[in-house]
C-alpha cells in the first residue's frame, strides 16, 4: 500500500489574508455592542497573555464565551458556522484555489491546520475550496451557557501532534504553507516549504531556521 503524502496549509494569513479569529471578533461586536462590556471584564487577563506570552488557550476560550453566552447550543453552532461564511472574496487568496487543484492531481491529500476554530473554518471553506481532505483546527463545546475551546489551542506545536492523532505516523510530509514562525514546527517537517506573503521581520528568521530551503509566494487577493 501506497504511503499517502500530504501538504499541509494554514489558514489565516495563508488561504486567507486576515485573522479570521479578529474578523469573528469584530463582526460579532458590530452587531451585539452590548457584548462589549463582557470583553472589558477580561481584558486585563488578555493584556496579561499577551504580555507574558502565555499559552491563548484559556485566553480564547473567555473572548468566545464572552461573544456567545446567551445563546441556545444549536443556534451557536449555526451562528459560528454562518458567521464568516459569506465573507468577501477580497479575504481569499486566489492562487490557493490553484494551488488546491494542482496538488490533487498530483495525488497529494491537502490538510488544513489552524489555530482557527474548526466549526467557522470549515463554513468558510464551504463553496469555496472542494479539494481538502480534512480540517484540523482548534476544536470548540459549549459550556456554561457559551462556547469555549475543548482543547489546547492547535498552535506551533501542538499542530504536530494533531495532525499525528489524525493520520498517524506512517505518513509523507509532502509539503507546508504558511505566512507565519509559529509553524516553523510544520515546515521542518516537511520536504518542500511555502510562505505566503510573510512580515518582513519573520523573513530572516525563515532564512535561519529553514537554511534558506523555502520559497517565498507573494499571493494576491480575488476580486
Known amino acids: 500500500m ?3 503524502r500530504y501538504a499541509f496549509f494554514d489558514f489565516d494569513g495563508t488561504l486567507i489574508c486576515q485573522d479570521s479569529f479578529l474578523t469573528l ?3 460579532i461586536l458590530k452587531s451585539e455592542p452590548l457584548r462589549i462590556p463582557f470583553l472589558l471584564m477580561i ?3 488578555l493584556i496579561l497573555t499577551g504580555l507574558l506570552k502565555l499559552d491563548k488557550t484559556l485566553a480564547k476560550s473567555l473572548i468566545l464565551w464572552s461573544l456567545t453566552v446567551g445563546k441556545e447550543k444549536r443556534e451557536c453552532a449555526r451562528f459560528l458556522r454562518n458567521i464568516l461564511a459569506t465573507e468577501s472574496n ?3 487568496f486566489q492562487e490557493a484555489i490553484e494551488t488546491f487543484e494542482k496538488l490533487k492531481q498530483e495525488g497529494v491529500e491537502i490538510v ?3 489555530a482557527s476554530g474548526q466549526t467557522w473554518v470549515r463554513g468558510m471553506l464551504h463553496g469555496k475550496y472542494s479539494h481538502f481532505k480534512l480540517i484540523i483546527g482548534s476544536k470548540l463545546t ?3 451557557g457559551g462556547v469555549i475551546l475543548k482543547s489546547k489551542n492547535c498552535y506551533e506545536s501542538e499542530k504536530i501532534k494533531r ?3 489524525a493520520l498517524g505516523e506512517n505518513i509523507i510530509w ?3 504553507w504558511s505566512d507565519h514562525i509559529a509553524d516553523l514546527p510544520m515546515l521542518l517537517k516537511s520536504q518542500e516549504r511555502y510562505i505566503i506573503c510573510p512580515k518582513e521581520k519573520h523573513k530572516k528568521i525563515f532564512e535561519k531556521r529553514l537554511e534558506k530551503n523555502f520559497k517565498i509566494l507573494n499571493w494576491t487577493v480575488l476580486k
Do not use: E, G, N
Open 2 to 4: 501506497q504511503t499517502p
Open 25 to 27: 471578533l469584530k463582526k
Open 43 to 45: 481584558s486585563p487577563f
Open 90 to 92: 477580497a479575504l481569499w
Open 112 to 114: 488544513v491546520v489552524t
Open 142 to 144: 459549549f459550556y456554561a
Open 163 to 165: 495532525i499525528h492523532d
Open 174 to 176: 509532502h509539503s507546508a
